[in-house]
């Protein structure tokens, strides 16, 4: 096989779709919804727990597989999915930057099968450990970016240019995540009761780290504008003209989250969790927070006065009716994260109870800007119809 050639034939097929005029119809309509005067919901599909699935790279060379892959999942998914996902005119490099967390070594060991792992505790017992964490060092490898980025504009930069992103901030900022990762949640738990200065100690340690990993991009000239198309973490995209990019992180849309906190009160939450959040949403120009807690809990105590909030994350956990009620007249998107259950668990798609929990949520949204992201799929058991379907199902129900 003409490695180079297959290759080139990739990008040619992306960029054929990228110029598709309802690519520009999706941008204006991405552009309106996140500025909250959508006329309709957008709908995204994420593929990439179930990529294996449709698509099957051949390329041996890790290099040019990276780029094969992302090559494919662009055309795949517009071919299978034709969701409000825009197919960009440009071919992605990553930036290789490397963070080695708190100055201590992690480990995690996996389950034999499924998905399973556990983060072997570095602390113990937060009053004695507190002092085996150091400030992170942050690396970037110029090297290893702009292999990638020569070996892509060397093949087919001349119809699908290279541009550089930054992915490290899609998911870096999601404090309670670090806080388990170091000290497990039950741990976690018990500090709040047991050590209830030191907690709050170490909260503001991972803040303060991570306001320098902002620093040192922004000194590095590492942070790039997010208002096109751009992944956000959690499932959405950037599209945004309200932020004039400045080369700092308050003119870049922000991902917050705390999945990890959802056995906590909300008074606990207000306490513990929610201050050092607030600090770190006030580094963005817009924030989306959430992903997988149930936002509600802590939306009267806490939630409602995040600065910047522009998007919310609406979980399968989350009360529907409670957080309908309350974005209304906000000018917050209700970023709905349906169950992941309709298109993961059964080969055929349950139409009539998939029509039935969209319009649920359709009822309920009226009045306030919505959007629906399908996370967490991590099966499609074989029958790829699916995923149009879903995707027509949500635009009849809310379009219609």
Not at 118 to 138: C, G, M, Q, Y
Not at 212 to 238: P, T
Not at 388 to 396: F, G, L, M, N, W
Request: proline share 4%.
């Amino acid at each position: 096989m003409d490695t180079k050639q297959y290759l080139r034939d990739l990008a040619l097929q992306q960029a054929e779709l990228a110029a598709l005029p309802v690519m520009r119809e999706r941008e204006e309509a991405w552009y309106a919804h996140n500025s909250l005067q959508g006329k309709r919901p957008m709908v995204v599909i994420e593929e990439g727990t179930f990529l294996k699935e449709i698509i099957a790279p051949v390329c041996e060379n890790p290099l040019e597989r990276a780029v094969e892959t992302q090559l494919l999942e662009n055309i795949q998914s517009y071919r299978l999915i034709d969701d409000d996902k825009v197919v960009p005119g440009y071919f992605k490099v990553p930036l290789a930057i490397r963070v080695k967390q708190f100055g201590v070594e992690r480990k995690r060991e996996y389950a034999k099968e499924g998905l399973g792992f556990h983060d072997v505790p570095v602390i113990e017992d937060l009053a004695e450990d507190f002092s085996k964490l150091s400030p992170s060092e942050f690396f970037y490898d110029k090297g290893a970016t702009e292999q990638m980025a020569e070996l892509a504009h060397s093949i087919f930069g001349d119809v699908l240019p290279v541009r550089y992103v930054n992915s490290q901030n899609h998911w870096h900022f999601g404090i309670t995540q670090n806080v388990v990762e170091l000290m497990s949640m039950e741990n976690m738990f018990c500090a709040m009761y047991d050590y209830p200065q030191e907690f709050h100690c170490l909260m503001q340690f991972i803040v303060d780290d991570d306001k320098r990993f902002l620093r040192w991009q922004e000194e590095n000239k590492l942070i790039f504008a997010n208002n096109g198309n751009d992944y956000m973490g959690s499932g959405s995209y950037c599209f945004n003209r309200e932020l004039e990019f400045d080369g700092t992180s308050a003119t870049t849309w922000g991902h917050l989250n705390s999945q990890e906190t959802v056995g906590v009160s909300p008074e606990m939450y207000r306490e513990f969790i929610y201050p050092y959040y607030e600090q770190l949403a006030k580094e963005f120009g817009l924030v989306y927070y959430g992903c997988c807690e149930p936002v509600h809990s802590f939306w009267d105590t806490s939630l409602k006065n995040l600065p910047n909030l522009r998007k919310i994350s609406i979980s399968p956990w989350c009360e529907e009716e409670a957080m309908a009620e309350r974005l209304k007249g906000k000018n917050i998107i209700y970023s709905r994260k349906p169950s992941p259950n309709f298109l993961g668990v059964l080969k055929e798609l349950d139409a009539q109870g998939f029509r039935a929990y969209i319009q649920k949520t359709a009822s309920l949204t009226k009045d306030i800007p919505t959007e629906y992201i399908f996370r967490d799929v991590y099966t499609l058991n074989g029958n790829l119809e699916k995923l149009k379907q879903a995707v027509e199902i949500v635009r009849d129900v809310t379009m219609g």
